[in-house]
Nanobody, 124 residues
């Protein structure tokens, strides 16, 4: 069974850091792209980052560039999203998603598999 599980969310003060994890089961990491998305209340889902797990190339939304870093531990079938210098506007439910292939993309419909969300709240 193909499954993605995101965890690591929580409450943090502005300027703080959190690390989210996305554990993938039922996949092999030889042709998989993992994306992180977020959705704030009343807003559309937004692509945050994308990582090609074979070569670890990455793509980031302008809103998080320089603050967020995505990485992959292929031995553990886990992708991380390190979030630093958090702002109140980063508050959202964060989701990880996957698609087979090499395309780095922040477009939700390009992804075939989705995990449940983990909530991140940044207080001012």
């Amino acid at each position: 069974e193909v499954q993605l599980q995101a965890f690591g969310g929580g409450l943090v003060q502005a300027g703080g850091s959190l690390r989210l994890s996305c554990a993938a089961s039922g996949f092999t990491f030889d042709d998989l792209v993992i994306g992180w998305f977020r959705q704030a209340p009343g807003k559309e889902r937004e692509g945050v980052s994308s990582i090609n797990t074979p070569d670890r190339s990455t793509l980031y939304a302008d809103s998080v560039k320089g603050r967020f870093t995505t990485s992959s531990d292929n031995a553990k079938n886990t992708v991380y999203l390190q979030m630093n210098s958090l702002k109140p506007e980063d508050t959202a439910v964060y989701y990880c998603a996957a698609h087979h292939g090499l395309l780095l993309t922040l477009t939700a419909w390009e992804y075939d598999f989705w995990g449940q969300g983990t909530e991140v709240t940044v207080s001012s």
